[in-house]
């Protein structure tokens, strides 16, 4: 394969208690004996449990998010065993924690510690201090305080990066919103014993100093970079008849995440749905935004592949969606490939690459065994190009939408490629 990739393994909400009480077949005997019955037919988060950790030990996952929403009720005793059956599962340690990132989730958050009237920052971020704690063993992996950024290097060495940064969105769950002083002096007067004249909402909101330090590190190198939340930039696709449960300030995060110089690949859970969500200024040299959503993780979860050319220019990224079957099996039932270049200039390495590449391909010709299709419309004799020179250049074209390349993403080296030429 020309080029190379980063791959990042994206899980969503893990809700462990529903998680782990899936059970699989078509169990109408409830006497039938039940450690017999998983032995036959193990429940559905073994299965996935099982597809997580082969892709971990096959090696060619250079990142893991956790997009929150560990637990169900923000009880903490309760996401303590969450965090330690993640750390299980992905067998992590101290040398994972560039590589790792996880975030709150509003499900996640106890409502009992949430100051009913904030007065400074540290208040209001005061709720999320039992989850980091919960995280002891790994203490860099949740910031929620920060902006925390690291970067990912590419699994075979070459020297390909992402940026790779988390933030909170759960900043407003739990929050109050206060009844007008009105309401509050009749209640009281009424004999209200309430200390709180309020409602609490689940109110998701990013703090502009976190949006501020995104929008300042993604103009940075490297040149593509990945961005982990909980809640989703837009709004579902499902209507939805509830108050201040999107980001409140959703636009304002998608109109500076969308315009930075940078590809921003922003991951996020929480809709236990599973998107991909393209959002383009117009602009050159802007975006584009890609928003990725992930399952809940009873359903499975993705491994997002960034693809770089030789010359490591991010080309775009393919999202393989591994899903549970019905009958059972974790597979890889769909992938959605996003190109990174608005137009197709810009998805070549360098402005002078497109024309030369069209003038390079004119040219070529020979004993391409793997490309058949190709050599049979090329008619001159003269062999301009190597094989790898010639994959690298077919796969930059892929990425420009001018040929299009049957099997793609080709995780084996195929015996040959189905070409067309989409050059209009
Ligand atoms: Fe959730
Ligand atoms: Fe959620």
Known sequence: MSGTAIRILHLGDLHLDEFTSGQFGDRKDPQFPGMLADAVAPPEHERVARKISRLLTEGSISGILLSGDLTSRGDLAKYEEAVSYVIDLLRLSTEDQERFHVVPGNHDVNRKLCNADPKDEAALLSKFAPLEAAWSSLPAVMAPR????????????????????????????????????????????????????GEQMDSPAILERHLSELAERIDT????????????????????????????????????????RHPVLYCHGHIHDDPVEIIRTGRPNQGPLVCISAPEMKKGFNVIEIAFSDDLFPLGCIVHEHRLTTGGAVERTRFQVVPFAADRADAFSDPATARRTLELLREAAGPFERFLVLKRRLAKADIQLTDDELEATLVELFWAGLASIEPFPHEQEPKYWKLRCLIP
Request: with cysteine.
């Open 221 to 260: 190198a490297p040149k593509v970079h990945v961005v982990l939340a909980h809640h989703p930039l837009l709004p579902q696709a499902a209507p939805r008849f509830d108050v201040y449960t999107e980001l409140v300030n959703g636009g304002h995060a998608r109109t500076v995440l969308s315009a930075r």
């Open 146 to 197: 920060e902006v925390r950024s690291t970067h990912l290097d590419s699994a075979d060495g070459v020297k390909a990066q992402v940026g790779l940064h988390s933030v909170n969105s759960c900043v407003g769950c739990g929050e109050h919103r206060m009844y007008p002083p009105e309401i509050q002096d009749a209640v009281r007067a009424a004999g209200g014993e309430s200390s709180v004249f």
